[in-house]
């Protein structure tokens, strides 16, 4: 397929197939906010409602509105999934929680962070859309609340001895990468610089690691290796995403030494992650080659390899490096005859090592409208970002 074929593709499955499918089937018109847990036809199957998850969907929504098309379909669905958020989403000091009812009553504490890093995203991104200056308020006060549980950030909810192995996760600094930007029209440019510059030196400088050219997903405080479960985990997926963020702000920055690293780590992450009999991407390795605690570990999951789309479209495009692109050819082979439902709308979620789909779900409780649609978005327009590239006169021969 020509690269103009491949955009189209992925910009039609997103506005004719995934997009339709939530708004049909997501909405809770009595209520509020958005059902996720939506099984392969897309009837509700639980209507728990996961914060995380809501404010997701209202960033994606809202991202639509704001990036595509002013469609008031797609705002009024972003709007009422906030407005159910600021209703029910928090608690006294202001922290998101976990899960809810289908009516908005808690049902689990805010122990996440990451409730409050989507919550924060999508109320951003809705204010870009409304100009409502609650929503700006709320996102800015939840990434400055973010901000200062850095260094703990389950609080009073986490399950760790005090003082025994303490470790830093590497999920926190990464989706800092990607959130500051989201939020930069409301942050003083200075916490934005610093925030931005503090992000890529976690990622690039202290969870890579040279000798193993990989990325460890817990180092301890002082950046050491653990020898641990936890210390030896290596996520591929969690790298190969970081790295378009990274990579979006090396080009934010002009700083192509950072885009080339990036790119270079990119591969390197397919290459140990890729799975050599049955093809697809782990979910789980020990970088010692022991058995991993997580049972799913050979799993093959549907953000893994979408964002891993993402990053080898972004790497060939800002340098011209056909490895990228065979491995892009290569992957998206794999995720669109295993992870695209051929029956249905939407992607299925969870497959076994062998490729056959575990569990026929289009939405739960940990996969609901974001990494399909924010991959089909960011793969479509950097396809057509290469086309344009390459109809340059710089680049005829």
Request: glycine share 8%.
């Amino acid at each position: 397929m020509k690269v103009l074929d491949y955009q189209t593709l992925y910009e039609n499955e997103l506005l004719e197939g995934i997009i339709p499918f939530w708004l049909k089937h997501s909405i809770d018109s009595q209520h509020g906010g958005f059902f996720t847990c939506l099984d392969r036809q897309g009837q509700v199957y639980d209507t728990d409602k996961f914060v995380w998850l809501q404010g997701r969907q209202v960033w994606c929504f809202a991202m639509l509105y704001n990036q595509i098309e002013p469609k008031k379909e797609w705002l009024d669905c972003a709007v009422q999934g906030a407005e159910f958020l600021l209703k029910h989403g928090r608690d006294e000091a202001g922290n998101w929680y976990f899960s809810l009812t289908q009516e908005g009553t808690p049902l689990i504490q805010p122990y996440n962070i990451f409730s409050d890093c989507f919550a924060a995203m999508g109320l951003a991104q809705l204010h870009r859309a409304t100009g409502n200056e609650v929503y700006a308020q709320v996102a800015k006060e939840t990434f400055l609340n973010i901000l200062a549980k850095q260094a703990n950030p389950k609080g009073i909810y986490t399950k760790q001895y005090p003082g025994s192995r303490p470790l830093k996760n590497f999920a926190l600094p990464m989706i800092l990468c990607n959130l500051v930007l989201e939020l930069e029209h409301l942050l003083d440019p200075a916490l934005v610089e610093e925030t931005i510059q503090k992000g890529i030196h976690a990622v690039m400088e202290e969870f890579y690691r040279p000798d193993l050219n990989l990325i460890l997903e817990n180092i301890g405080l002082d950046n050491r290796f653990s020898d641990s479960f936890e210390g030896r985990l290596i996520n591929p997926g969690h790298g190969l995403e970081s790295m378009w963020f990274i990579m979006d702000l090396a080009e934010r920055r002009g700083d192509k030494e950072l885009i080339t690293k990036a790119k270079d780590l990119t591969l390197s992450l397919i290459e140990y992650g890729w799975d050599s009999e049955h093809e697809g991407i782990f979910y789980f390795l020990d970088v010692k080659g022991h058995p991993p605690q997580q049972l799913e570990w050979d799993q093959k999951l549907w953000w893994v390899h979408v964002e891993t789309l993402v990053s080898l479209l972004k790497a060939y495009l800002h340098t011209d490096d056909e490895r990228c692109w065979e491995w892009f050819e290569k992957i998206h082979a794999y995720t669109w005859t295993h992870f695209k439902d051929a029956e249905y709308p939407e992607w299925f979620g969870y497959l076994n090592r062998q490729g056959d789909v575990l569990l026929p779900l289009k939405g739960g409780k940990w996969k609901g409208c974001f990494h399909v649609p924010r991959g089909l978005y960011q793969c479509s327009q950097t396809l057509r970002a290469i086309a344009t590239k390459k109809e340059s006169p710089l680049y005829q021969d």
